[in-house]
């Protein structure tokens, strides 16, 4: 009946914990307000009064009581809550969001027209600046703010916060996103202007040249860019901000000091009156991409996830092969623990460049790519010119699907381009078979999803048979009558979660498996067969197995659009968590006298 | 056992008819030249002779005759024997390639290390323009010029033809690939130049620029890129090649008239001998893209392609509902259309964009987007943006598979993304119907597959559900012991293969259709079930029959990457020539009695 409540209440609870007394408190009023009254977050007439933003707002107005002025306090308190996130990108771009604030250009709610211009916001991650500046200025609460990343508050921009655009899956797309809505004005003819705030580094995204090109050839005279120019992406980027490339296609080009507030306003605020296109470069800094708790003690030692292990596996098959490589990364060799262990290229963000750097290398050369599984998606023309006409090539595939969400079957579609094969390795003797592998088969580009995940191994791996499968739990010395069958991850995930069931349970790394005839005996024999995969279902291993095999395969798998929350809040979100698990499994085992199941679980 | 004989003596054989007297003769003199002799194009110990390449220009040496002393007589005779190409931009082109040729930058095969410098050959269209100046130089006999697009001479660069590049599925992949060669030299210490030879339109393509962008901020010395800005991709350029920006990454930037070879070779010359990173900018003319016969008796009249229709039927559309409509193609509205039906935007080359233009625009506007469907697999996770948060988009995905090749399950890859459903219309009927159906359900995108070849609408179609099937041939009042599913143009093929035969045969339009009850009993109820796409098998329209109803359908479809050949040559190589279809149907027929089928055909 109260979606406000029902949206903020749990994770704001979970969260009183890590609240100061004051915080609590605030926390503790502006929910009982919202529980009691059928006030601003209440249905009216049966429909929801206003959009979110206008809900969370009249909340703000009735608890006007603030806790902090600062937005950089309430900042640095909304990461200490969440745990994680990107501050120091928010504090690099806090002077231009109060420039922003200052001239008018932060809209009430999604409605446009209001304010000098429309406001696009590319760097899509600073929306908790956005949020920290309304809360001081008395238009959000604080309820929301202690939800970041948790299951409340998302951490990138959305309509429905207030904000004139989404940003779901691509640097990039906010210039694009200006773009199109400046054309669109244009088309209707008026001068109104449109401001993209963007980062140095996601100008080097091809589709932001495409944008800011198309814009210039075409004449549009009413877009500004203001470039948060902190030299900085999770590396230092390799050289600053290229003026020259922007004034040629922007023409009227202002420098700033990025630390001043005042000067981003009056640059920004004279850029508007002015005609034509220009471009504003505020210089700013950043310090350390990701937030680590200045306070030690709230996290233990940091265990690096699978894929930050990758450097050093692909380290020790260097030593053992003496093989040359190179490798390519788009400003992720954080993600993948690269540095120390092999020398790697930073391209920059700039993901279809990283894969076509390949095409050019001798031919016995391990090519590595490694980015997010999602970040493929923007280059899959060419990758499939590099699996085409490269051998040996290893792309890393990284699975994190965390604030930012993520194409969901990222991996389907990698596996279905010409000449890929596709595996899920969730131990280093995994890791080092698809390389093997890759070795003995280099025409084949081998594709593997690395887990942004900490996880204990299973106690058997498809090492000795990277496609085959292996039998966690195996069937007893009667015919099974069910058995689960996973991919990857998704086969820790269900180790756990059948502990004390005993359900016969294999285990591929491969996501379109050659499965032993003994094996398929077996899931032939079963009367209801469950597959599991922390992947789409759509075009995925469980579809596969019913596609090839023709068997009645139940298929439990990402059905929706990924959940945009960190990994523990992820996983119940999409039937994952092993209690969830364990109950999906239960449920096969009592339906003994049922009969065939559905087609899909 | 020569394996040069067997790629052109086919093709050329075709081609005589269409060659004068004196062509015929050479053409027929290395021929048996090719064929009587165990020389140049056969085996030597049991292994092939040198590359391709070095095979013909041993062939050439044999027969040293030249009928031609101009390649841009050649160029003309290659387009004129095959009938399509794009003679302009040879001829654009033509200067800038006789320079690299006096400059010693085209090697002699595929091995590097010889001339002055590599060449990248980003304009991966200009072959023919390489082509014909080897000829005139003795380098290439005149029978391979003759089978241009016709199976034998591929229209584009290709590492077994002389070239240090082979270029596939994507514009802009050339400087990538230089800008990777040059990075690979730079970091084994040499600094041996790479010369691109890029086009102005590709230089749209926003992985040019952060190849470009790349170059520049890891200091990169040893790049030339030299630009061939005629101002024209298929319309003419909206504006001409920024110098401003080519300078900002590139430095030292030189124009050139690009009509005189001369000046192109001292500019280009004097770039090659100076330090660091620059750029040649040759001014060059171009006229109509696409080559026609000059003598139209060669041709009827044009009959419009269906692709080419949907400019007409967007317009019918347009005038039924009234609604809104913005129209954006990166440079492709003739093959779609467009002009004078709809207004539209040209994007210039760049998908991305393309794609990005529609994300900002209001809510009720159908949002159409024109271009290749191999085109969007480069921007798949922009396309996930606007799938997820626009409304009213249709995605229009032509089907050629021409000269450049494609991936050849593009349609299955765009209907894996969230909220998608695939269409491919064979009748105006039909795309009137995929049109009402996007009104209906406006959240879900809706991908038309767009055929690019002329055909006879079946008699029946799908129109009335276009979620659903029609029987092009129904079954009989007895239960069918076989079928025949198909999935939008295949169904056209299929129906001319079957016209005699009468299989039963249901055509859908839908790549994931939702059957009748009646029509799935009629599928359970046959003994063999055949599926027939032109589409890619894997992930497709059969395999997802056999996912989704454990149905053991035969799947024939596209199994290989796609044969780069005009139309009518495409059909054999991939098993779908009506004369094929027609074999594979009747084999169906013959085994009534031998069981069940292998799970794929």
Redesign the interface.
Known sequence: MNALYDRFAGPARAALPRLTPAESAVVLRELARLERSAGPGALRDGRPAGSLFERLRGLAAEVPERLYTDSADVLLRMHEIAGSGNLQSNLSSLPLVRACFALGLVADGAQSGAGPAEL?VGRGHIAPAFHAEHYVRGTLPFTPLATLHQGGLPGVVD?ELGFR??????LG?GV??????A??LARRGTDRKVVCLAGDGEL????????L??A???GLTNLVLVVDANAKGIEP???PV?T??L???LGRLMEADGRDEWAVQAALGALLTLPGPSVLVCRTSKGEHSFRPADGTARGPARPSFAATAGRMLARHQERTGREM?VFTPDLAARFGLRGQVPY?N??L?E??TV???????EDTLKVVATDA??Y??????L??AT??VRNLLVLAGRSWGAWGG???AT??LG???HTRVYEPVTPAEFAACLARLGRDPATAHVVSMVDAVFDPPGEDCSADIDGGVWLTPPGPDPADVAVVTFGYAGVLVDEANRDLGVPHLHCASLTPRLAPADLAVLRGCRRLLSVEYN?A??GFG??L?????L?VEVHGVR??IARQVHARQLPLHGMAPDMLRERLARLLESREAGRAP?HA
């Open positions: 696009i309509r655009n989404t940003m779901r899956y691509s797309v694009a996103q200006a773009v199109g809505l054309w669109e080097h995204e091809g589709v932001a040249f495409e944008a090109r198309f210039h050839d075409v980027l390799a050289k290229n020259g490339y004034a040629a296609y190179a290229t391209t920059g700039a279809t460049l076509g750097m390949t095409l050019s290398l001798p999602m970040y998606m923007d280059s899959l023309s060419m499939t010119e085409t006409s194409a969901h079957n389907n579609l279905l381009l010409l789409g759509r075009g579809e596969g019913r596609s090839r095999h023709l009645p929706r659009d087609a």
